[in-house]
């Protein structure tokens, strides 16, 4: 739609959608009566009133309300544009009746702000800036063309009559807004309510895939050993030997260390852990997992060995980034993790020299079972693991792309509060 018709509010959005449209042709029945109602009272006080003028415009208000909500009925009160028209209609109408029954000096000049309220909360700014607009003119017009109010016998309204009609119209007004905002606040307690509903139902679902990629994670790792065993034993059962026994040894060791980490995760995300470590130590235990092939291919910048760090989790989530860094790049190419505090932080930064992310990961980094790698080879649920353990640790993680190639991972975490020891 042309930027002129927007700002003319021909593309305007009702904020409150079906609430809103019913709140609508309330206020609309309740203004339409009240106009007859006060134009029968001030006829019979004896003040001089063109009926048939006036009438025809209450009548003009009444029918189109009553086609409207009709309309809105048959839509399941779902209207989403058309009631800038609708509220232009009512200040026209206004402005009509107004001009027949003395202009501003009419205490129900006040129904603009009523109409002008109205629009500031259900049309987007440029609408109420136009109709805003379109209202001052009709004032204008009013200030210079209405016809004066009079008494039936051509004598001047008395003073007091002109004050109780501008009770009777404060009232009204009044009325009008508060329905309007209490029509407003129904909803948004309402709204409250589903957004904290929903928020509730939304932290469940990522506790929920929290443990889901924990436990499809470790029962992965576990896989390897494992199977290892299974074999060994197979074959010890057959033919006995020491080596064997030491296969089953050391496979058995690795499941035991697994579960060990799996139950300090659970002590960290519930807050049971609290044991700081040194950095150094954290970096060099992560180092010692890696083959010897890919563990000569770090080159590590340690200018914080000794800054203590929560431990759990901590080596998985480093391993995690070195192993991404790892198979990202060529097998000649080196990989750099970069350990350094910044303020109260820990920034542990792992680059690499391979393609980096494409823009489709960057937008969505850190999700469960999103990976880089081709289908089979990743479960891609590293990055979602070491986003989940920096929130449990109030830090955070960043991901982009470097300017001379490859990709650049940091992960910021709070520096642990000093302890005589670590670990």
Not at 221 to 240: D, K, S
Not at 249 to 269: D, N
Request: proline content about 4%; charged content about 20%; glycine content about 8%.
């Amino acid at each position: 739609m042309p930027r002129w018709q927007r700002w003319l509010g021909l593309s305007e959005v009702w904020a409150g959608g079906a609430l809103s449209s019913r709140v609508l042709v309330l206020l609309r029945w309740l203004a339409a009566t009240g106009q007859a109602m006060t134009l029968l009272v001030v006829w019979w006080l004896g003040v001089q009133v063109p009926l048939w003028a006036c009438g025809g415009a209450v009548g003009a208000t009444l029918l189109t309300n009553a086609l409207l909500q009709w309309w809105l009925r048959q839509i399941r009160w779902e209207m989403k544009d058309g009631f800038f028209h609708v509220l232009l209609f009512d200040a026209l109408t206004l402005t009509f009746l107004l001009h027949w029954t003395g202009g501003l000096e009419n205490p129900f000049a006040l129904f603009y702000l009523v109409q002008l309220t109205l629009a500031a909360v259900a049309l987007r700014a440029s609408a109420v800036i136009s109709l805003g607009l379109l209202m001052c003119c009709g004032l204008l017009w009013l200030w210079i063309q209405a016809v004066p109010l009079k008494m039936a016998d051509g004598a001047a309204v008395p003073a007091d009559l002109i004050t109780q009609g501008f009770l009777t119209a404060l009232v009204l007004a009044g009325g009008f807004v508060a329905t309007l905002l209490l029509a407003l606040r129904r909803r948004s307690h309402r709204l409250q309510r589903e957004r904290a509903r929903l928020r509730e139902e939304l932290d469940s679902r990522e506790r929920f895939l929290s443990v889901a990629a924990l436990a499809t994670g470790f029962a992965h790792e576990l896989g390897t050993p494992l199977g290892t065993i299974a074999i060994a034993a197979e074959e010890m059962r057959l033919h006995p030997d020491a080596e064997t026994a030491a296969i089953i040894a050391r496979e058995t060791e690795r499941c035991q260390k697994v579960l060990q980490r799996l139950r300090e995760l659970g002590q960290e995300a519930t807050g049971l852990s609290s044991a700081p470590c040194a950095a150094g130590r954290v970096v060099e235990a992560a180092l010692n997992e890696l083959p010897q092939s890919q563990r000569t291919r770090v080159r590590t910048d340690l200018r914080a060995p000794d800054a203590p760090v929560a431990c759990a989790g901590l080596r998985e989530a480093l391993l995690v980034l070195m192993r991404n860094a790892l198979l990202a790049s060529e097998d000649d190419q080196p990989v750099e993790l970069r350990v350094q505090t910044t303020g109260k932080n820990l920034r542990f930064t792992v680059l690499d020299h391979g393609p980096g992310f494409s823009a489709e990961m960057l937008r969505h980094w850190g999700e469960p079972f999103r990976s880089t790698r081709d289908p089979g080879s990743g479960m891609g649920l590293g990055l979602f693991f070491v986003r989940r353990l920096a929130a449990s640790m109030h830090g955070n993680v960043e991901v982009q792309n470097r300017n001379e190639g490859g990709a650049s991972v940091t992960l910021t975490l709070p520096l642990h509060a000093p302890a005589q020891s670590l670990t």
